[in-house]
Structures are given as C-alpha cells and as structure tokens.
C-alpha cells in the first residue's frame, strides 16, 4: 500500500471514529446546541425591540468661493471639504447634531405617547420621560438625558456627496421616526438663526462704515470746494495746481470708497434676507416596519454554532475520561 493511499485510509478512519464519538454522546451534541438556540430565542422574545429611523439631508453649498470641480472632487476623495466656510461644512452639521443644545432639545420636545394603543394617541410627552431617565433634579435628569441619548444617535458623512445620515434608535417606530426629524427641524431652526445673525452683524458693520465713508467724502469734497473759491487762479501757480490735484485726487478716492461700500452694503442687506442655507432633506424619517434589534434568526444560528461546538468539546472531554478509564 502507498504512502498516499495509507493517509487517505488513516483520514477515513479518523472521521469515522469521531461520527461514532458524536453519535455515542448525541446528548450533548445535540442537546447542548438545542439548548443555546432555544435560550437565545427566549432572550431575544423577552429583550425589547430596537426600531431604527433614518433620515438623510444635505446642506446647501455657500456660492462663494467655489473651486475647479477636478481640484474639489480630488479634495473629497481625501475627506477635506475646499471651496466653503468650515461652519457649512457637512462635518460641522453632523458635530451640531450631537451638541449638547439640540440634544436637550429634542429631550424636552413633546411627542405622541407611542404607547397608547388608540390612533391617534391623545397625549403627549417628553423624551425624556419616554426614556425613563430620573436624577436629583430636572438639571440632573437632562445630563443623564443627554448621555443616553447619545448612545441611540448615529451621525455618518458621505465626503463624496456631502450628504449627512441621521439615525435614531428607539423601542417604538413612530418614535424613532418622529425624534430623527425633530433633530433636522432644530438643526434648520438653528441654521436659520445662526446665519441671519452673522448676516445682520455683517450689514450693521459695514452700514457703519458707509456712514464713516460719507462724512469722509463729504469733508474732501468741502476742501476741494474752498480750494477753489480761495484760489480763482489756481492754474497759474504751480503749488497751487499741486495742491488742487491732491484734493481732488482725496476726493475721488472717498467717492470710490464711498460707492465701494454703498455695493458692499445693499449686497449685506439682501445677504441678510437670503443667506440662510437651507438643509434640503433627501429622505424624511419614517415610521420603520422592520425591527433592526436583536437580530433573532442571527442571534439563534451563532447560539446554535456556538452550541455545537460546545457540544463536541464535552462529547471529546468524556470520551478522553472514558478511555483513561479503561486504560
């Protein structure tokens, strides 16, 4: 006989007796991984039920400053966003989210009772009773609140796309669907307030400026004025045609000043009105119909794989006593 055909019949030989171990103590091959599945099951039918609402939005571009699309599509391939301000920045809307601000926000908003059976519910509460967090005082309760909630938002960015992903995890469909997009009105709401208040700053700053450039122009061009009605026959002096050339040159620097900031200001003015870059809201969140925790039919399989070879290591440990045994 081969050495080839001694190995192949040495293999045969060792699979055969380790069914026949297997089978000689089924109780715990079989027993033992029926047993983990059928507690897992238990476990999972027992473990509340996690629903996951998602919504997905993306900020709107500023319109200033805007790079070659090949320079700012090599950008995003690296995660650096080039061409906006960083407080536009898909990152800084995905860091808001998380603030401690909106948290305690969408904490104190009010929702329907998702457990009260009649449709519509009638009552309304807080998350933050929905979430059954308790402390020493209201203070105490919204930290708590906070850290929790914390644990049930997931925020992901697309740096090829800009878009922004909101999940928000909850025992309750409507729930979750409902706190997800309380989470993007307050981020709009705080948009929304942020940029005017940067816009208003802006125009009042440069309102005051177009005042100062006024007077200014207005001061030159009484000089130039008093120039001339002191010295009728300016052209015929030389430091005279000198001096009238620097006032009238102060004059048209002040004018061009002045007109500078007249466009700078009507620019704020409407800058105020309209620059609130909106978030523009892909997906809403929705109530979902599937659970996404606890995963039963994936909890039970590794429960019953897990079990087997449990199962196998008892059946290899008695088998091993029961020849010492007899030895």
């Known amino acids: 006989m081969t050495s080839v055909g001694a190995s192949r019949l ?22 033992v991984p ?61 860091d808001v989210i998380r603030s401690r601000e909106l948290m305690e926000h969408a904490l104190v908003s009010r ?18 009773q929905l979430l059954d967090v308790s402390g020493k005082d209201f203070a105490d309760s919204l930290y708590r609140g906070v850290k ?32 997800a997009n309380t989470f993007v009105a307050n981020l ?15 125009r009042k700053f440069v309102e005051q400026r177009l005042v100062e450039g006024e007077r200014q122009l207005r001061r030159a061009e009484e000089d130039l004025r008093t120039f001339y009605e002191r010295n009728r026959s300016w052209q015929h002096s030389p430091q005279l045609t000198f001096e009238e050339g620097r006032l009238r040159r102060q004059v048209e620097i002040r004018q061009e000043l002045y007109l500078t900031l007249q466009r700078e200001y009507e620019a704020a003015r409407m800058q105020e009105v309209n620059d609130t ?17 606890p995963k039963r039919t994936l909890l039970v399989f590794i429960a019953l794989v897990f079990g087997a070879m449990v199962g196998a290591f008892l059946a290899a440990g008695v088998e091993y006593f029961e020849r010492a045994s007899r030895a």
């Not at 171990?21 to 715990?28: G, I, T, V, W």
């Not at 709009?188 to 816009?199: E, H, I, L």
């Open 10 to 31: 040495g293999q045969e030989q060792g699979l055969a007796e380790l069914a026949r171990m297997l089978a000689k103590h089924r109780r715990a091959t079989v027993g």
């Open 148 to 179: 929790k909630l914390n644990n049930l938002v997931s925020v992901t960015v697309n740096p090829q796309t800009n878009i922004v992903s909101l999940s928000v995890d909850a025992h309750y469909p409507t729930l979750a669907a409902a706190v």
């Open 34 to 94: 029926v047993i983990c599945a059928f507690l897992t099951a238990v476990i999972t039918l027992v473990v509340p039920s996690t629903y996951t609402a998602i919504t997905t939005f993306v900020p709107e571009a500023s319109p200033q400053a805007r790079l070659p699309s090949s320079l700012a599509g090599l950008a995003t391939q690296f995660g650096i966003t080039l061409g906006s301000e960083a407080s536009k920045s898909p990152k800084f809307y995905a």
């Open 111 to 128: 929702y329907a009772d998702p457990r009260e059976k009649l449709e519509p519910a009638r009552d309304s509460v807080t998350l933050l």
């Open 188 to 202: 709009n709401a705080f948009n929304a307030q942020s940029r005017q208040s940067q816009a208003r700053e802006q």
């Open 277 to 293: 870059p909106v978030i523009t809201v892909i997906d809403p969140a929705s109530p979902p119909v599937r659970r996404s925790k």
